[in-house]
T-cell receptor, first 116, second 111 residues
Framework: NAGVTQTPKFRILKIGQSMTLQCTQD?????MYWYRQDPGMGLKLIYY???????DKGEVPNGYNVSRSTTEDFPLRLELAAPSQTSVYFC???????????????FGPGTRLTVL | KQEVTQIPAALSVPEGENLVLNCSFT??????LQWFRQDPGKGLTSLLL?????REQTSGRLNASLDKSSGRSTLYIAASQPGDSATYLC??????????FGQGTELSVKP
């Protein structure tokens, strides 16, 4: 299994540009998440999805959009990039079990984004 | 609002020492608690997941405990090795699997 994969690994954007960060998981997990990590800080939740067609906001959703058309894919869209969006972005997935809640959350390797 | 704090922010120990990393949280209404390891420039690797009904979990030289009533978790690392050098993050698991992270403890184990 590849687990959680993310592309690209690195990207530099100019202010006002747009881009999509890709995330794919091959574990058939129903729950997927996007986090951002700023230098020296823990991770903060941007958006999450509990299944195909269902998404919801996390702590820091402004400036981002998501979609979940399949179980495997959960892309994150940045519109009108701003310097404040310079960060490392992590995608994660897990499985919800009715009897014991969510399992271990598995993370992708991250996308390092710089907005200049 | 749930807040997660990790103390210390950084720790340097000689090889072979046993050590404890601390994690505290303000709201005891959590589902689970998860400990991660992060190497520089890399993603997160899950170390241990403690269900809210459990008090501890063990994996090899690692032991994590959870006391929901006091809002505390500890990660115990036995016989530390230079390869244990990394940042250790704890995260409380809320409804829907949403993680609230601490800022991490940067561990350096000197040979």
């Amino acid at each position: 299994n590849a687990g959680v994969t993310q592309t690209p690994k690195f990207r530099i954007l100019k202010i006002g540009q747009s881009m999509t960060l890709q995330c794919t998981q091959d574990m058939n997990h129903n729950y997927m998440y996007w986090y951002r990590q700023d230098p020296g800080m823990g991770l903060k939740l941007i958006y999450y999805s509990v299944g195909a067609g269902i998404t919801d906001k996390g702590e820091v959703p402004n400036g981002y959009n998501v979609s979940r058309s399949t179980t495997e894919d959960f892309p994150l869209r940045l519109e009108l990039a701003a310097p404040s969006q310079t960060s490392v972005y992590f995608c994660a997935s897990t499985q919800l079990h009715r009897d014991r809640g969510t399992d271990t959350q598995y993370f992708g390797p991250g996308t390092r984004l710089t907005v200049l | 609002k749930q807040e997660v704090t990790q103390i210390p922010a950084a720790l340097s120990v000689p090889e072979g020492e046993n050590l404890v990393l601390n994690c505290s949280f303000t709201d005891s209404a959590i589902y689970n608690l998860q400990w991660f390891r992060q190497d520089p420039g890399k993603g997160l690797t899950s170390l241990l997941l403690i269900q809210s009904s459990q008090r501890e979990q063990t994996s090899g030289r690692l032991n994590a405990s959870l006391d929901k009533s006091s809002g505390r978790s500890t990660l115990y690392i036995a016989a530390s090795q230079p390869g244990d050098s990394a940042t250790y993050l704890c995260a409380v698991v809320r409804q829907g699997g949403k993680l609230i992270f601490g800022q991490g403890t940067e561990l350096s184990v000197k040979p």
